[in-house]
């Protein structure tokens, strides 16, 4: 257990649909990081936040956006959805905004856009 | 930009036998280099780091080692077991940025 915790495990939604993803960091950790694992594009990152502010974006869509709150949980929101949005998400979290810290990842949401 | 190449699976091996995951990367300055692992149905698991040149990670067994002038972290284990059945992942963080950029994934199918 990383002590990354996400919600929900699993979602099925239909195309069109808007849907959030929510993700708790270890107690301590400042950053969190969104990541899209998908079996054509593989791991791909695609937004981070540090203790509130964000700091990059990868290839996140303009349909998605992404916030993290005083309590430094994180939200991930994704609309107008599509079939190629299938995919698992996961987030990750890190004591420090550097890269050389190591990134704890949860479990996981494994979301299907039917 | 940065990216990582590991060699493609699956590797499958017998128990106790010598495992290497080849792994280069393409980056700027010094980037911090990483194995993560992922077993079925299950998030990432950070396996070992090294953060600079000559630096050597180990966990669990499994070694790898920064080469700055081959541009590599091969992941290598002795003795694999049936447990350690799973896809490898090397990825390496940069200066140009936070985020870990991640190699293809290796999966490793261990028979007993």
């Known amino acids: 257990d990383s002590g990354v915790t996400q919600t929900p495990k699993h979602l099925i939604t239909a195309t069109g649909q808007r849907v959030t993803l929510r993700c708790s960091p270890r107690s301590g950790d400042l950053s969190v990081y969104w990541y899209q694992q998908s079996l054509d594009q593989g791991l791909q990152f695609l937004i981070h936040?540090?203790?509130?502010?964000?700091?990059a974006k990868g290839n996140i869509l303009e349909r998605f956006s992404a916030q993290q709150f005083p309590d430094l949980h994180s939200e991930l929101n994704l609309s107008s959805l599509e079939l190629g949005d299938s995919a698992l998400y996961f987030c990750a979290s890190s004591v420090g905004g550097s890269g050389r810290y190591e990134q704890y990842f949860g479990p996981g949401t494994r979301l299907t856009v039917t | 930009g940065n990216s990582v190449t590991q060699m493609e699976g699956p590797v499958t091996l017998s128990e106790e036998a010598f495992l290497t995951i080849n792994c280069t990367y393409t980056?700027?300055?010094?980037?911090?280099l990483f194995w993560y692992v992922q077993y079925p149905g299950e998030g990432l698991q950070l396996l070992l780091k090294?953060?600079?040149?000559?630096d050597k990670g180990s966990n669990k067994g499994f070694e790898a080692t920064y080469r700055k002038e081959t541009t590599s972290f091969h992941l290598e284990k002795g003795s694999v077991q049936v447990s350690d059945s799973a896809v490898y992942f090397c990825a390496l963080s940069g200066n140009a940025g936070n985020m870990l950029t991640f190699g293809g994934g290796t999966r490793l199918m261990v028979k007993p």
């Open positions: 980056a700027t300055g010094y980037p911090s």
């Open positions: 936040y540090y203790n509130g502010e964000e700091r």
């Open positions: 090294a953060t600079k040149a000559d």
